[in-house]
């Protein structure tokens, strides 16, 4: 699992719940998720859902398996057809759905009202979890010319991952990162796949006093050090905002670090940083006091904390 999707769904402990009866209803419709468009879409025809695998550790490999192609995206164990169908994710598993279309343009609120909806039930019958991610690719080359497959912000429910708009210029169109397969070619200019995303190139990265290579090319910070392998959560994949695309920030999850194009939550998601006058986000927890620059666990880097 990569670090941003452990980090997202960390955030989110009730999206991962099974559901409380053999026999699940369609969960309720939540306030704080998506919300209908003032027209509001007719309902698109929904063919009978797909249950496309029931895996949990396995996720990763079976996506692997499904390889890389345009015709077909990884949802669970199983795939969806690219362009027609979308992928409604419950934890490690999986159920292709037709695609509806959008009730609203791409990005507004209520865009997703009828797919959301399809989703939600299908996910929890089919697999007796509730919603946690919807899937149209999983790597660019599931979408037209021009576009790449972002993971974006869904809602309070979790992730979304979508063919979105190449820019010609300025900062990265995706809330996580333009997701990839390990054969995928990344469209976002500079870039390279990196346990799932598309990052930018970093020639020399730090990793304490050293530069990490060789046998052991990764940076990690438990254990700390340059490893053969890590944990996709304790990984350092940067030390400053410099080694991340134009409009992510680098931010420390514990003991690892990853860019962001947005972050949701300033508690643990903390933006490296230099000096006070770095952070500019305040925290919740303790009456909207603004963040101070401290010593992180990672020991060469300093990151906006809470009191």
Not at 219 to 232: A, F, I, R, V, Y
Not at 271 to 298: N, P, Y
């Amino acid at each position: 699992m990569s670090v941003i999707r452990f980090v997202v769904l960390a955030l989110l402990p009730l999206a991962c719940t099974p559901a409380p009866a053999p026999a699940p209803a369609p969960a309720p419709a939540r306030a704080d998720t998506v919300q209908p468009s003032a027209g509001g879409g007719p309902d698109a025809a929904l063919a009978e859902p797909v249950d496309a695998g029931v895996t949990d550790a396995g996720a990763d490999a079976a996506k692997e398996a499904v390889g890389s192609s345009p015709e077909h995206f990884g949802c669970g164990a199983g795939k969806c057809a690219a362009g027609r169908e979308t992928c409604c994710g419950a934890s490690g598993r999986g159920v292709c759905v037709q695609s509806s279309p959008n009730d609203a343009p791409q990005g507004k609120i209520g865009y997703l009202k009828t797919q959301w909806e399809a989703c939600d039930k299908a996910a929890l019958e089919k697999t007796g979890y509730s919603l946690s991610h919807i899937d149209r690719c999983d790597e660019s080359l599931d979408c037209g010319k021009g576009e790449v497959c972002c993971e974006q912000v869904l809602s309070s429910v979790g992730t979304l991952s979508e063919c979105t708009a190449l820019p010609a210029a300025g900062p990265t169109p995706c809330d996580f990162g333009e997701r990839c397969l390990q054969s995928s070619t990344c469209r976002l200019p500079g870039t390279q796949c990196i346990e799932g995303y598309c990052k930018k190139r970093v020639e020399k990265l730090r990793c304490g006093d050293t530069e990490c290579g060789g046998t052991t090319p990764v940076c990690c910070g438990d254990p700390l050090g340059c490893q053969s392998t890590c944990e996709s959560y304790k990984r350092v994949l940067c030390n400053r905002h410099a080694d991340c695309l134009a409009g992510q920030k680098c931010a420390v999850f514990g003991h690892g670090s990853d860019c962001l194009g947005r972050i949701l939550d300033p508690e643990s998601q903390q933006a490296v940083c230099q000096r006070d006058g770095d952070c500019t986000l305040r925290c919740a927890s303790s009456g909207g006091t603004r963040q101070r620059c401290q010593a992180s666990e990672i020991p060469w880097l300093k990151s906006c904390q809470c009191p």
